[in-house]
């Protein structure tokens, strides 16, 4: 539906999309608070993308513009579409439907400031910046109201963004950013993850980017529909968006993937290095002796150490050199980096349990996945004498 065309107005030149899911308490406070924030001398459409809300935002919204009085600061329409079906896909519609040359995207849920949408437009359109992104990562940025662990899983997966997409902006994770609509028309967009500016700056290529710090505000209304599907899509997305472009032969020559297989192989080592540590200590406390069961434990752990040493030293890190003074050099450095890991661990746990509040199981997960890569960063460099990367 469309309200206040204003005797068939010009066209708009921004179009802010505006995607909703169970928005009922925010959504009409942020329509008016856009519109005082908006600048005066541009026509402005708004594009609400709400998925049949099961409370009621679609209908609110529809109620809103039939009984508008007086005219809006600029035009509103919605788009209502059958079924939840994504953050991305959400805004994707509300693109295919702008009819503004720059487009902002944004939440409807005040946890982004309209105040900031003039530095964004002004940005795209006086600066000529093809994208502007709202940055809560650069200096003067900030968030408020999120959990310890919130920020830690944020921090975590932009990290990922940047080092595994080769990423320079410093909040692609950001859901709040403006862009020059004509800088998508060319790309395939997939719209799979929450992220969308993610795919766009993977797929853009020479395009100008610039970051306009805002503080995060947590929702106060409401709740985030943020959960650990919407976590997988992501990481599964990231990995799309990894392959994306780069053809077979290419990818396995490239050094980051080279890094990858290795540490997985790492990965994969580790989990046998476990297996063989509770097989060995369970034979030797009642299988093929009677030993003390600490003594056959100690006997578990140095079996385990010494076959992760040898699978890594032959698999991982392809090395055949087994002259025994190397050798033995390198187990020294391989058997150190272990134990330190098991200090990285212990002290992971009790951050994280103790101070971030993470559950204890995912706590472990996070430690352990944190510890192994650690050592094998360190036996990649040090033990091996491998390039950190490649
Ligand atoms: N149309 C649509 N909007 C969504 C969907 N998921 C989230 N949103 C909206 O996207 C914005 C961000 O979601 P939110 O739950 O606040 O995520 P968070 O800020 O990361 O916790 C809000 O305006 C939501 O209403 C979806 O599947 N479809
Ligand atoms: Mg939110």
């Known amino acids: 539906m469309l309200v206040n065309n204003h005797e068939q107005r010009i066209k708009e030149q921004i179009s802010i999309i505006i995607p909703t899911y169970n ?16 600048p005066k001398d541009i026509l402005t459409q708004a594009i609400i993308v709400d998925d049949n809300s099961p409370d009621g935002t679609g209908k609110i919204v529809e109620d809103y513009l039939k009984n508008l009085k007086k005219k809006a600061d600029y035009t509103i329409e919605i788009i209502h579409r059958k079924a939840k079906d994504g953050l991305g896909s959400a805004i994707l519609s509300g693109i295919k439907q702008a009819r503004g040359d720059t487009i902002v995207v944004m939440d409807s849920d005040f ?4 105040q900031i949408i003039p530095k964004l437009i002004e940005s795209v359109k006086k600066y000529q910046y093809d994208i502007a992104v709202a940055s809560r990562y650069i200096k003067g940025g900030n968030i408020k109201g999120w959990t310890l662990k919130r920020k830690i899983m944020s921090k ?5 963004a940047k080092k595994g997409l080769g990423i320079d902006a410093k909040d692609p994770m950001s859901g709040f950013f403006a862009f020059k609509k004509n800088i998508i028309k060319e790309l395939n967009i997939d719209a799979i993850g929450y992220k969308i500016l993610l795919e766009i700056l993977v797929k853009t290529k020479n395009v100008t980017i610039t970051e306009i710090p805002y503080t995060f505000q947590d929702r106060e209304l409401g709740s985030s529909k943020l959960n650990f599907k919407t976590i997988l899509d992501y990481y599964k997305s990231v990995w799309k968006l990894y392959r994306y472009g ?28 476990f297996v063989v540590n509770y097989v060995i200590s369970l034979l030797f406390a009642g299988g093929i002796s009677d030993m003390w069961y600490l003594h056959a434990t100690i006997i578990g752990i140095i079996v385990s150490i010494t076959s992760n040493f040898i699978l890594n030293k032959a698999w991982t890190f392809s090395d055949r ?38 559950s204890y199981p995912f706590a472990l997960i996070l430690a352990v996945m944190t510890a192994a890569f650690g050592n094998f960063v360190l036996n990649k460099k040090w033990t091996f004498k491998e390039k950190l990367v490649g």
């Open 23 to 38: 928005e009922s308490q925010n959504i009409i406070n942020i329509l008016k608070s856009i519109g005082s924030n908006l």
């Open 111 to 114: 946890s982004h400031p309209p």
């Open 156 to 160: 975590f997966a932009t990290m990922i």
């Open 246 to 273: 780069k053809p077979l032969e290419k990818q396995e020559k490239r050094s980051s993937v080279k890094f990858l297989s290795k540490a997985a192989r790492f990965y994969t080592v580790g989990a046998t290095g």
């Open 321 to 358: 050199d087994f002259r025994i003074k190397k050798t033995f050099s390198q187990y020294g450095k391989f058997v150190m980096f272990s134990s330190l890991g098991a200090f990285v661990q212990l002290g992971m746990v009790y951050f994280l349990v103790d101070n971030a509040e993470i």
